[in-house]
Structures are given as structure tokens and as C-alpha cells.
């Protein structure tokens, strides 16, 4: 019988989104929504296997936006800014139901997720979930690859050698910036492959 492997790769990119020049910006909100409800739940459960000494192994994929949007300090701020609202909201939400036991238990659920979630991201992990990514990697855990610069369909490129060049050296350089070290792979954006790429 052949051996086989089964390789478990999580793609995480996001669009850049930051918009200095006003408060608040309606794309930001999806980079806040995949903190909270994607790259959080991530690290807990990653943090929950090695605690419980359970032996695991993925790769996981950061793209250069993403991994500069989660290193901006003026995007970090708005989510902490973004996350106090959300308790507030939650805890409101606690006091309004009190009196409906299935909503109040929800919204319970609610104001301790969001109040978990800013502990795990401002208090354990200082504002900086790469730190959290990095600690994985230094567990032997979790490898980080990286992506192309700006999530760029490489085969729309060939023809462009510089600009398919530029894309996969930005894209390598801002890992190597953001994490210290350099990727050993690099995801291919929408998986898209040529030969001779």
C-alpha cells in the first residue's frame, strides 16, 4: 500500500483597508470581523492544543496585507475601539433581555466572547496577533508561508517577469519584515500556477 500525506494549509488574506482620513470606514469592519471571529478563535484553539500538550501540525498562509493590516497601529486602535463597542452593545443587550431567558442567555454569550476576545488580543498577546503566529511557529507547530504582495492572479503576470518578480518579492520581504525570519513557501494566490512560474 502507498503512503500518503495529507498537508492541512489555511489561506488568511484580506484586501487592504485603511482609511486614515476618516474615523470610520466600513471595510475596516471586515478586517475586525475576521480578528474576532476567525484569527482569535484560531489562536485559542491553537494555544488549548498545546496547552493540553496535544501534537499538531498546519500551515498557515499570511499575505502581505493581512499581516500589515494586523502589524497598523491606527487599525489595531480602531479595533479595540470597535470591540469596547461591541461590549457595550452586549452589555445593554444583557440588561434589555433579562426578562427573556433564551436572548439573555445569548447575549451573555456575546459580552463574554467580546470580552475574551479583547483580553486574548490587547492583554495576552500586547495588540499584536503576529506575536501569537510567531509563537506558534516557534513551537514547531504552526508554518507560516506567506502570498503573493498584493494577492495578485500570478498567471495574468508572465508576460510581466518585473511585475510578477516585484509581487513575490514584496510579498517575501514583508514576511521576512513583519516575522523575522524568511517563509519556506509562498501560497499562490487563487492557486493560480503557469509553468516556469
Given at each position: 500500500?502507498?503512503?500518503?500525506?495529507?498537508?492541512?494549509?489555511?489561506?488568511?488574506?484580506?484586501?487592504?483597508?485603511?482609511?486614515?482620513?476618516?474615523?470610520?470606514?466600513?471595510?475596516?469592519?471586515?478586517?475586525?470581523?475576521?480578528?474576532?471571529?476567525?484569527?482569535?478563535?484560531l489562536i485559542k484553539v491553537f494555544d488549548r492544543l498545546i496547552?493540553?500538550?496535544?501534537?499538531?501540525?498546519?500551515?498557515?498562509?499570511?499575505?502581505?496585507?493581512?499581516?500589515?493590516?494586523?502589524?497598523?497601529?491606527?487599525?489595531?486602535?480602531?479595533?479595540?475601539?470597535?470591540?469596547?463597542?461591541?461590549?457595550?452593545?452586549?452589555?445593554?443587550?444583557?440588561?434589555?433581555?433579562?426578562?427573556?431567558?433564551?436572548?439573555?442567555?445569548?447575549?451573555?454569550?456575546?459580552?463574554?466572547?467580546?470580552?475574551?476576545?479583547?483580553?486574548?488580543?490587547?492583554?495576552?498577546?500586547?495588540?499584536?496577533?503576529l506575536r501569537a503566529f510567531k509563537k506558534f511557529f516557534d513551537?514547531?507547530?504552526?508554518?507560516?508561508?506567506?502570498?503573493?504582495?498584493?494577492?495578485?492572479?500570478?498567471?495574468?503576470?508572465?508576460?510581466?517577469?518585473?511585475?510578477?518578480?516585484?509581487?513575490?518579492?514584496?510579498?517575501?520581504?514583508?514576511?521576512?519584515?513583519?516575522?523575522?525570519?524568511?517563509?519556506?513557501?509562498?501560497?499562490?494566490?487563487?492557486?493560480?500556477?503557469?509553468?516556469?512560474?
Amino acid at each position: 500500500m502507498e503512503k500518503g500525506y495529507l498537508a492541512l494549509v489555511l489561506h488568511a488574506h484580506l484586501p487592504y483597508v485603511r482609511h486614515p482620513e476618516r474615523p470610520r470606514f466600513l471595510e475596516e469592519d471586515w478586517f475586525f470581523e475576521a480578528i474576532t471571529e476567525t484569527y482569535v478563535p484560531l489562536i485559542k484553539v491553537f494555544d488549548r492544543l498545546i496547552d493540553d500538550g496535544v501534537p499538531f501540525r498546519i500551515t498557515i498562509s499570511l499575505s502581505p496585507p493581512l499581516m500589515s493590516m494586523l502589524n497598523d497601529p491606527l487599525l489595531i486602535e480602531r479595533y479595540g475601539r470597535h470591540l469596547d463597542n461591541l461590549i457595550t452593545l452586549a452589555e445593554r443587550e444583557v440588561e434589555r433581555t433579562r426578562w427573556v431567558p433564551a436572548f439573555h442567555e445569548l447575549a451573555l454569550m456575546y459580552l463574554s466572547l467580546f470580552r475574551e476576545v479583547r483580553y486574548i488580543v490587547f492583554e495576552k498577546y500586547g495588540a499584536c496577533l503576529l506575536r501569537a503566529f510567531k509563537k506558534f511557529f516557534d513551537a514547531g507547530r504552526v508554518e507560516l508561508i506567506t502570498c503573493a504582495a498584493t494577492h495578485g492572479y500570478l498567471p495574468m503576470m508572465r508576460l510581466n517577469r518585473e511585475a510578477l518578480r516585484a509581487q513575490v518579492g514584496v510579498g517575501v520581504q514583508t514576511f521576512r519584515n513583519l516575522m523575522g525570519f524568511n517563509p519556506k513557501g509562498i501560497w499562490l494566490p487563487e492557486c493560480g500556477y503557469f509553468p516556469g512560474l
